[in-house]
């Protein structure tokens, strides 16, 4: 039927834009009551006393939480694992400890959110301070090496010292990146309802419903089984809905104790310290090379805060291990320092749009150093050989994302000296940053049903979070059944599906789907069987080679003979056919060859020279991505993608007091976030091919990819438009008066 690579609008878009879509907030659940969190307001103590007298006789509270009665929880599990993740390890209103500003120290339950919020403000409390508080810029001095978190901490390949001293041209800076938050559109909200028999229902604004219910299940102790977790919508997600946070639990718990269901809903400037966020980085770059610009040392070291009782790791120096070659040596180090701020997590761009600001920052100032195009440098040090690994790439059409989108973008007519390129009054800028993103392979399972009437439907514990999960799932589906994709019917979010793994590092489609699509054949498969064995088989004594499936029936190829799956379902007394997908591929690190997505990002930019101020012109990304599957969703997911790495580029940064070490930018007013008028016409170019290693549908993660190296283009441009190189983002007016 041919629906992959058909630009099909979202399946779920006319729920979206009618209110029809129900998000977790949305979701009426029958005698539901809400709860209001109090906060700390010291960064690192302990509660002395609290308060609560006035609060628990307040109209309509039902209950009051404090650590003094708050049922305990079981700890979560060591070591860390997507399976069971924890957004971060310390648990709620457990003890007396205070170790970041805005910790909850009490709960307060009451029959309406005004009730419950207006309680909240009438509980004191005591404190005992230790000073100082820890947290602000680090040097190499404080930090350690941490424990390994995802990938080995430390790298190593060959002799990066050694080939550095000895290196004709080098590059060595610092590049600085801040704190910053996903800010997503739908705030966090946990609604638990426990129901007679025990078992626990969540609807919850997460990525991860089956990590969820495996994690609830250990703090909790009671059996998985007993939990369902909802989440059918997701309104923006980017890495900070992935994990389990404090209020989830805490709903829970107060669930269970007051024994009606419980709301938490956090407001906006709760997100700032009850979800993670993006740590800042301190990145120290070494680039050693030949005159002629071939790369023969790459050295690169990030630091990066993490909460006084996790260890988060932000691998900003991971994308230096594979995406350009050294002769000599590469080697990456990572450390981590213990601050009083709340654990961070993973955000789009994880590790890899930090990464590639400093990197491709640094690969720029070697092509001035060298005296090479920026563009000619890169495709100069292209590989197809993993440099950490030795493993042939799966696939890597970087060097085509470079050419073509050069060509789209009109780089052969820039001059490359900086302050040379005016319009009026205004300095042009033009640069570029290539980008590789890492692939995940993990374990999915889903269901397809063929309905006699011709329909299907399309069942995993997947999710959607905004990206066109249900549109894609659809496609896949229909290509293997013959079906138009109206017919086929997705339902996702539900634990009660068949598991599923977690909805981020751009994974969905590569593995999710392939479970689909494996669950389709299936069922494809089964009704081929019955065209040729079964009752009153229309094509007894065919091979199964010769037939197919094709708008709605089962056809004989090369005959004109053909069967509807409503008559072959009902000769044979089925109401319908049923197939199970299992994916269970290896991981990608023990595979034959290396897995990665890349893409090049060209961007111009007009600088006002007097007031410091950097408009985006124009916006060029060219991506290997593998086969897209529906080019209209991938299209927005690069757009979405380019816009993000704008507001890292110029905007985005989460300001502390650096007194209480508080995040004082709470809010949509002082967060600055790219809107309609900061972004111009963005270019999406697809120049990936079917990449069989990375997946049976032949894709590679796209929305994540699409948000890297757009910062180190901008910062790249910027250094073209002005001669000024600005080594610290967001790139703000200060920096470049």
């Given at each position: ?458 069942e995993a514990g997947s999710h959607e979070l905004g990206t066109g999960t249900y549109t894609v799932m659809q496609q896949v589906a229909a290509d293997a059944l013959g079906l138009s994709p109206e017919k086929v019917t997705v339902r996702l979010g539900d634990t009660r599906l068949p598991a599923s793994h977690a909805s981020i590092g751009s ?82 690190a023990v595979g034959p060859k290396a897995i990665f997505s890349f893409s090049a990002v060209f961007a111009e930019v007009r600088v006002d020279p007097d007031f410091g101020t950097v408009r985006l012109s124009r916006l060029v990304g060219a991506y290997d991505a593998g086969r897209i599957i529906n080019p209209k969703t991938a299209r927005s ?101």
């Open positions: 039927m041919n629906a992959i690579g058909q630009s099909i609008s979202r399946a779920d878009g006319r729920l979206k834009v009618t209110g029809g879509a129900r998000y977790t907030a949305d979701l009426p659940v029958e005698g539901a009551v809400h709860a209001a969190i109090v906060h700390s307001t010291i960064a690192s103590g302990r509660t002395v006393s609290i308060d609560t007298a006035a609060a628990e006789k307040a109209p309509g509270v039902l209950a009051v939480f404090t650590q003094c009665n708050m049922p305990r929880m079981n700890p979560t599990p060591k070591p860390w694992s997507h399976l069971r993740p924890h957004g971060q390890g310390y648990l709620p209103l457990q003890d007396d400890q205070i170790h970041y500003a805005g910790q909850p120290i009490a709960l307060v339950v009451a029959d309406t959110l005004a009730q419950a919020s207006h309680a909240a403000t009438l509980i004191t409390a005591q404190y005992d301070v230790r000073k100082p508080a820890i947290f602000g810029a680090h040097t190499a001095d404080e930090a350690f090496d941490p424990p390994q978190f995802l990938w080995p901490v430390n790298s190593s390949v060959g002799d990066a010292r050694k080939a550095l001293a000895a290196a004709a041209v080098k590059v060595e800076q610092t590049y600085t990146t801040s704190d910053r938050h996903h800010n997503q559109m739908e705030p966090h909200a946990t609604t638990a309802v426990w129901q007679p028999d025990g078992s626990l229902t969540l609807y919850d604004t997460t990525q991860h419903i089956f990590g969820a219910k495996e994690l609830v299940a250990i703090v909790l102790g009671i059996p998985p089984a007993r939990i369902t977790v909802v989440s059918q919508f997701l309104g923006g997600g980017f890495g900070g809905k992935a994990y389990v946070w404090p209020h989830t639990l805490m709903a829970a718990v107060a669930a269970k104790a007051v024994g009606r269901p419980v709301r938490i809903q956090l407001t906006r400037a709760q997100m700032y310290s009850m979800a993670g966020h993006q740590p800042a980085t301190i990145q120290r770059i070494s680039l050693g090379a030949e005159r002629d610009g071939k790369l023969v040392a790459i050295q690169h070291q990030s630091i990066s805060p993490t909460s006084m009782f996790d260890n988060y790791i932000e691998y900003a120096a991971l994308s230096s291990r594979s995406l350009w070659p050294a002769s000599g040596g590469i080697s990456t180090t990572h450390k981590i320092v213990h601050v009083n701020r709340n654990t961070p997590t993973a955000m789009r761009s994880p590790h890899e749009a930090l990464g590639h600001f400093a990197l491709e920052s640094a690969m720029d100032e070697l092509a001035y150093a060298t005296g090479l195009d920026p563009v000619a440098l890169r495709l100069l040090n292209d590989t197809q050989t993993d440099p950490h690994s030795g493993r042939p790439f799966s696939t890597r059409a970087l060097s085509k994302c470079l050419t073509e989108g050069a060509a789209r973008f009109g780089w052969d007519k820039r001059t490359p000296e900086p302050r040379s390129i005016r319009d009026g009054r205004y300095l042009i800028g033009q640069g570029v940053a290539a980008a590789i993103y890492t692939h995940w392979r993990w374990p999915a399972k889903a269901r397809v049903t063929l309905n006699q009437d011709g329909t299907a439907l399309v994974a969905t489609m590569a593995n999710a789907g392939a479970s689909v699509m494996l669950a389709a054949n299936a069922v494809r498969d089964q009704a081929i069987a019955l065209a040729i064995g079964g009752k009153d088989a229309p094509f007894s004594g065919a091979g199964a080679e010769e037939v197919v499936v094709v708008d709605g029936a089962v056809a004989l190829t090369g005959k004109n003979l053909h069967i509807a799956y409503a008559e072959l379902l009902a000769r044979n007394g089925l109401l319908n056919l049923v197939g199970d997908g299992d994916y269970d591929p290896i991981e990608e997911q690069a757009i979405g993608g380019m816009i993000w790495g704008l507001g890292q580029a110029l905007l985005e940064q989460s300001e502390t007091d650096p007194t209480t070490g508080r995040f004082v930018n709470r809010n949509y007013s002082g967060y600055l976030v790219p809107t309609n008028a900061d972004i111009p016409e963005c270019d999406v170019l697809f120049v990936g091919a079917f990449d069989e290693e990375a997946s049976p549908l032949g894709t590679k993660g796209l929305g994540e990819l699409t948000a890297v190296s757009v910062a180190p283009a901008i910062v790249n441009a910027v250094y073209h438009a002005t001669g000024k190189r600005i080594r610290d983002l967001p790139l703000t007016i200060e920096k470049l008066m």
